[in-house]
C-alpha cells in the first residue's frame, strides 16, 4: 500500500490494536479532497469519506460515477491526483472483488482458493467457511458454484485476514432477488458479530437498506450522504435514481417530500 | 538399429535426460500458459529464438547465451508493451511472432556460408544433444524448476485474482515479469529439443490433456509433468524405429494421449 496520497497516523490507536479500542477512537480510514482523473476526464473530484470500526456505509451511484475508483484510491491500488488518505497502522482489509472469472481451465476447489490467500490458517478457513455456512462446498470446483455460492466463497476470503475493515464491491452482483436480500442481511450480521467496519458499493439502495448506517451518493463527487432514508429523500438522490427506484423507496419519498416536487425539477447538485 | 545397441549408444540417453528435464518443467510451467491464455505469447517468444540464433550469428557470440538473451529481451518488451492497453496484444504479438521469424530465417539465409540447418532450428535435433548441451539445459531447467517451487503460490494467487492478490501484498507486476522470464528461459534451452515451431504445443499439449483428469492446481501441473515425460520416452523411441524427425514425434505423442484423454473423460462424464 505505498499510496504517495497517503499518510501514515501514529496516534493512541495504533498502541491498542484491539477492535473496541479502534471503534472508540480514529477512523479506520479518512479520506478528504480525494481528486482522480483519467485522461484528463475527471472521475472523482473533492470526494470526503469516512470509515469507522462497526460502521457500515454504502456507495451508491449510477455506472460510471467513479465507485470504483474511489475504492481502488482506499485500497491503495491506484494513487489520487491530490486529496489525503489516513489510514490506521497496520489496518486489516478484507477485500470481495466484483467478481472472479476463473478459468475453466483450471482446476481449484473452494478450500484450495481460499488457501491461496496471504494470511489464512486450516482453522481460520473452517471458521470462515462455518460463518457463512457453506463447509459442504468446500471440496466443490470454483466453477461449479452458482452465483450466490460463489459470492459466498468470496466472502469468506474476505474474512480470512480477521479484518477490520470488509470491503465489498457489488457483493449481490449476479445473485437471485431472494438470495441479495439474503446476503445482505448476512453482511449485516458479520459486521455485528465481528465488529468490523463494512463499506459496500451497491446499485440497489433498497435492499442494501438494512445492512448500512450511511449511505453515500456519489456521481463524480459527493451528491448527499446520510442514514439511508434520509438519502432516499434527498432531492440529489431522486434526481440521479429517480422516484421510482423501488416501490417503497417512492412510499417513503411522498410522506416526507412535501416540499419538493417528484417530477425531479429540484436540483441541489449539477452533473 | 538394434534395441541393444542404442540402449549403450550415449546420445539416446542425452537425448533422454534432455528431454525428460524439459518435459518435467513444462508440466507447471504449461500449466499457467494454459490458465492464463498466454499460447501466442509462448509462441512469439518461441520464434524471437531463430532471431537470436541469427544474432549470435551475425556477431559470432555463443549461440546458446544469444538465444537467451533475445528471448528473455523480446518477454521484457512484451510486459512492457501488455500495460499500454491502446494496442490490442492479439496483433501486437502476431506482428513481433512473425516478424523475428522471418527476420531470423532472412539472417540465416544470408550468412549460408555457415550452412546452417534451418530444419534443425525449426523443429529441434535432440538426438544431437551433446555433453555441453545437456548439461546447459539442465542448470537452466533447474534453476527454473526451483524458482517455479519457491513461488509457487504466488503465481497461483496473481493467476486466480491478480486484484485481490495485490491488495493482499503480492507485488504483481514483478510476479508477472519473473514468469514470464522463467517461460523464456524455458523456451530458449529447449530450441534444441523440439525446435522453434513445436516448443508451445509441448508446454500445452501436457497440461491440458492433464485438466480432464485434476481436481487441484498441482495435481494438474503433476499430471502433466508425467503425460510429458510419457510423451519424451515414447516419442524418442518411435522416432528410432519408424526414423522419423524426434521433435515432431515426441508432440505427436503427446496429442494422440490428449486425444485418448479427451475421448476417455468425455464418455465417463456422459
Redesign the interface.
Known amino acids: 500500500m505505498s499510496d504517495p496520497a497517503s499518510t501514515r497516523h501514529s496516534t493512541a490507536a495504533a498502541e491498542t490494536p484491539d477492535a473496541s479500542a479502534r471503534s472508540e477512537s480514529m477512523p479506520l480510514i479518512a479520506a478528504s479532497d480525494i481528486n482522480k482523473s483519467f485522461a484528463g476526464r475527471p472521475v472523482l473530484q473533492h470526494v470526503d469519506i469516512t470509515l469507522n470500526a462497526g460502521k457500515a456505509v454504502t456507495l451508491i451511484g449510477p455506472n460510471g460515477a467513479g465507485k470504483t475508483t474511489l475504492v481502488r484510491i482506499l ?3 491506484l494513487a489520487a491526483d491530490s486529496g489525503t488518505i489516513r489510514r490506521q497502522d497496520d489496518l486489516r ?1 478484507g ?1 470481495m ?1 466484483q467478481r ?1 472469472a ?2 475453466a ?5 473452494v478450500q ?2 481460499l488457501k ?4 489464512q490458517s486450516t482453522e481460520r478457513i473452517s471458521e470462515a467457511l462455518r460463518l457463512l455456512s457453506i463447509e459442504h462446498l468446500a471440496e466443490q ?1 470454483l466453477i461449479a458454484l452458482s452465483g450466490g455460492e460463489l459470492q459466498r466463497v468470496l466472502l469468506a ?1 474476505a474474512l480470512l ?1 480477521d479484518p477490520h475493515l470488509l470491503i465489498l464491491d457489488e457483493p449481490a452482483q449476479g445473485v437471485d432477488l431472494t438470495g441479495q436480500a439474503e446476503l445482505y442481511q448476512l453482511i449485516g450480521r458479520l459486521r455485528a458479530d465481528l465488529g468490523c467496519g463494512v463499506l459496500m458499493i451497491s446499485h440497489d439502495l433498497h435492499l442494501v437498506m438494512s445492512a448500512t448506517d450511511e449511505v453515500v451518493c456519489l456521481n463524480h463527487h459527493i451528491c448527499c450522504h446520510g442514514e439511508p432514508d434520509q438519502v432516499s429523500n434527498d432531492p440529489a438522490f431522486i434526481d440521479l435514481f429517480g422516484p421510482n427506484l423501488s416501490p417503497g423507496l417512492a412510499l417513503y419519498t411522498h410522506n416526507h417530500n412535501h416540499e419538493h416536487d417528484i417530477a425531479g425539477d429540484v436540483k441541489s447538485c449539477d452533473h | 538399429m538394434p534395441l541393444a545397441q542404442l540402449l549403450q549408444a550415449e546420445f539416446f540417453y542425452f537425448a533422454l535426460l534432455a528431454g525428460v528435464s524439459l518435459a518435467l518443467v513444462a508440466g507447471p510451467l504449461g500449466s499457467f500458459i ?4 498466454m499460447s501466442y505469447f509462448g509462441d512469439t517468444l518461441a520464434h524471437s529464438a531463430l532471431l537470436g540464433i541469427a544474432i549470435g550469428l551475425i556477431t559470432d557470440s555463443n549461440a546458446q547465451l544469444s538465444i537467451v538473451i533475445s528471448c528473455l529481451v523480446l518477454a521484457f518488451i512484451l510486459t512492457l508493451l501488455d500495460r499500454k492497453p491502446t494496442l490490442s496484444s492479439d496483433t501486437l504479438l502476431g506482428i513481433l511472432a512473425h516478424s523475428s521469424l522471418a527476420i531470423g530465417i532472412l539472417v540465416l539465409a544470408l550468412t549460408s556460408s555457415q550452412r546452417v540447418n534451418l530444419e534443425a532450428y525449426l523443429f529441434g535435433e535432440l538426438l544431437t544433444v551433446a555433453g555441453q548441451d545437456l548439461l546447459w539445459i539442465m542448470v537452466v531447467i533447474a534453476i527454473v524448476a526451483s524458482l517455479l517451487l519457491r513461488f509457487w ?1 504466488d503465481f ?2 496473481i ?3 491478480a ?8 507485488n504483481v507486476r514483478g510476479l508477472n515479469l519473473l514468469l514470464v522470464m522463467l517461460l523464456a528461459l524455458t523456451i530458449a534451452v529447449s530450441m534444441k529439443i523440439v525446435g522453434v515451431l513445436l516448443i508451445t504445443s509441448l508446454l500445452i499439449i501436457p ?2 490433456a492433464a ?1 480432464q483428469l ?4 498441482e ?2 501441473a503433476l499430471i502433466a509433468s508425467g503425460i510429458g515425460i510419457a510423451s519424451v520416452f515414447t516419442g524418442v523411441l518411435t522416432a528410432f524405429y519408424l526414423d522419423t524427425p524426434v521433435g515432431p514425434t515426441i508432440v505427436v505423442v503427446a496429442t494422440l494421449v490428449f486425444f485418448l484423454l479427451a475421448a476417455f473423460s468425455g464418455k465417463s462424464s456422459a
Open positions: 485500497l491503495g491500488l482489509i477485500y472483488p472472479v476463473v478459468e481451465t483450471m482446476p481449484l476447489t484450495r482458493f491461496l490467500a496471504r494470511r470446483q476470503r485476514p | 494454459v490458465w492464463r491464455r503460490n497461483l494467487a493467476t486466480v485474482h486484484e485481490l492478490a495485490e491488495i493482499e501484498g503480492l497440461p491440458a485438466r485434476a481436481k487441484t492446481p495435481k494438474m
